[in-house]
Each structure stands twice: as C-alpha cells, then as structure tokens.
C-alpha cells in the first residue's frame, strides 16, 4: 500500500496539532495587555515595601503600561501604607504561555509609625542598651519599587523586586539616646533612605 505525497503533510499537521498541549497554542490577534484584566488585586511580603512586612494592594490598570492603586499592611510597628503609581515602560509577551512579563517602576508614598534602632549589623554589634532609637508616630516615605512583573492571560500574577524608601518628614522623628551611649550611637538625623526587596502574588480580574 502507498501512501500519496499530498497526505504526508497532513498527517505531520494532525501529529503536531495533537502533541501540542493547551497552553502551547498561540494566543491569536494582536498581543495581549494588562489593561484587558484591569483590577489587579496582590499579597505583598516585604522588607521596606510600600506595606511594610506584609499587606494587600489593589490597582487599577488605565493603560497596558500605567496602574493606579494603593495598598495596606503592617510594618511591625502598625499599619503602614498609602497610593502608587506603576509604570511599565517595558512589556513583552510569550504568545505560547499565555503570560505577559514587564519590567515595572512603582513610585508611591507610603505612610505609618517609624521605630527605628538601626540595621541587622547595628543589633548584632549593639546591645539594645547601647542602641539609639528613632520614633515617630506618623511618617512619610517616598517609595519606589523596581522590579519584574508577570500576568497570565487567565489572571494569576507575581511581582518581585527591590525597593527604595526616602524620608520626606525627618523633623517629625524623636531621637532616644542610648542608655549606655557608645562612639556612633548618640542622637543625630534619622535614617533617612531604607533599602528593601518585595514579593508579591494576586489575581487579575
């Protein structure tokens, strides 16, 4: 029995098609944007985040490239957060997953209570006695975050990344001087700039 040349091609078509999984068939039309899932609700996990420790944000995505939102969560000390705004100047999409991937600048203002006794090398050298302390009871911070941001077309998303925290109300912090005061550890400005990483995973709808 002999196969025709014309049905040789065919077959290798219906093979491909059968071996090629759900999430492997290219998404037709134009790319994807992450205005078409605008409400983008996520958990955050933190060191020096916009929420602190760990919190929730919500957007709102006017353009595939800008987001509004804001978000809440606690800093240890007490609730910490405030609005952002997120700009997506680079946005590239995996037409076979499904997902859009984008290098993203969160610039914010992040509001809540400041206690401050220095950096992990500063609690590992200095006894709590010996640390100088700033509080305050209410902050400003100017935050911004950079990092990678990725969105299923079905909704799931992550963002990680690095972030950077400016005082923007140092007159407004309280020095408490070490009870054993040590050479470096006596009142003097508060810090004033905080670096920090972030995770964070949510759902768009």
């Known amino acids: 029995m002999t196969l025709s040349t014309t049905a ?14 759900p999430d492997e068939v ?23 985040s916009l929420v602190g420790f760990v919190g929730v944000t919500g ?19 007490g609730v910490m957060g405030g609005p952002y705004v997120r700009l997506r100047p680079l946005v590239s999409a995996n037409q076979y997953s499904h997902t859009l991937h984008a290098f993203a600048v969160d610039v914010g203002l992040s509001m809540g209570r400041l206690d401050y006794d220095g950096g992990p090398i500063t609690r590992m050298t200095f006894m709590p006695e010996e ?17 990678w941001e990725m ?3 079905e909704g799931f998303s992550m963002r990680a990344g690095y972030s950077g925290s400016l005082l923007l109300n140092e007159g407004n912090v309280d020095c408490e001087p070490a009870a054993l005061p040590d050479e470096g550890q ?10 920090g ?6 759902y768009a709808l």
Not at 131 to 147: C, H, I, K, N
Not at 186 to 195: N, R, T
Not at 197 to 202: A, I, L, Q, W
């Open 8 to 21: 040789l091609p065919v077959a290798a078509e219906v093979r491909s098609e059968v071996a090629m999984l």
């Open 26 to 48: 290219p998404l037709p039309g134009p790319r994807p944007e992450f205005s078409d899932r605008p409400i983008h609700l996520m958990a955050v996990l933190g060191l020096g």
């Open 59 to 77: 957007g709102y995505s006017v353009h595939d490239r800008v987001e509004l939102g804001g978000g809440v969560g606690y800093n240890g000390e």
């Open 131 to 147: 640390r100088t302390r700033y509080r305050s009871d209410f902050v400003a911070w100017l935050q911004t975050e950079l990092g």
């Open 151 to 153: 969105l299923k077309v």
């Open 186 to 195: 006596v009142c003097g400005h508060p810090p004033k700039f905080l670096l």
């Open 197 to 202: 990483v972030f995770f964070s995973m949510g």
